[in-house]
């Protein structure tokens, strides 16, 4: 929705909190500093049960991330390097949003792709260049590319929330379907419920959430297609999830 939050568990009974918001949402800028922190957390019901007295105690100040960008950084172009022994891992060559948690993985995918280059390429630097612009295409821009749609439609998401609309109702007055919200009213409504209805559902999905398999490989599954598809036709008679 306009906000996300998330909760996690650390050692010797400590937590932190996150809470993410559209940076041109300027009220929301106040979770930035401790009392609008403090307040909205308090005002949601889940987190409520984490920060009320007696239950915890806070033991930093709020700390900001932004400027928050999904990059790929190229160092080839026209199937050229631009500059001979110069490389590039992790984020300073594929960074994305670290809401999904992919950072660190994509930094290792990325030096192993460069370790494999040197190996195979020890006294050829541009064709070590150009195998290591390969491997990163290959096996590091699709989560990247996922990404920044996943994060394109998370603004949209936003943004329609903020007009006071239904980002998730895809029945348009003249009786046609918008795509894009279909597509979103699916995922949300359909794929979500079968992975707690469905066992190999919810296998398929954490194997393309920790990155065993490609993206696309989830939906382009018949069997998840259909469970989530069947899962959305059912969305009427299931209560409505909870938020916050």
Request: aromatic share 6%; net charge negative; glycine share 8%.
């Amino acid at each position: 929705g306009y906000i996300k939050f998330g909760i996690f568990p650390g050692d010797s009974g400590t937590f932190s909190i996150t809470l993410a918001a559209a940076p041109d949402d300027d009220p929301m800028r106040a979770v930035l500093r401790g009392p609008g922190f403090d307040a909205a957390t308090h005002a949601i019901p889940m987190l409520i049960e984490w920060v009320k007295p007696g239950v915890s105690t806070p033991i930093s100040e709020v700390n900001g991330m932004a400027n928050l960008n999904d990059v790929r950084r190229y160092m080839v172009e026209n199937s050229e390097p631009l500059a001979l022994g110069i490389v590039a891992i992790g984020d300073s060559l594929v960074h994305a949003n670290p809401i999904t948690g992919r950072g660190c993985t994509l930094a290792w995918i990325t030096a192993y792709a460069l370790a494999d280059a040197i190996s195979k390429h020890p006294d050829d630097l541009r064709a070590l260049a150009l195998a290591l612009d390969a491997a990163v295409e290959r096996e590091g821009a699709p989560w990247l590319r996922a990404q920044m749609a996943q994060d394109r439609d998370a603004v949209a998401v936003n943004e329609a929330l903020r007009r006071g609309e239904d980002p998730y109702r895809f029945e348009q007055p003249d009786g046609s379907v918008d795509p894009a919200r279909f597509a979103r009213s699916v995922v949300r409504d359909g794929l979500m419920p079968a992975t707690r209805e469905n066992l190999d559902v919810m296998r398929a999905l954490m194997r393309v959430a920790h990155m065993l398999d490609a993206p696309e490989a989830l939906m382009s599954r018949p069997e998840s297609t259909a469970a989530a598809r069947a899962a959305h036709a059912r969305r009427h008679g299931r209560p409505p999830p909870v938020v916050g």
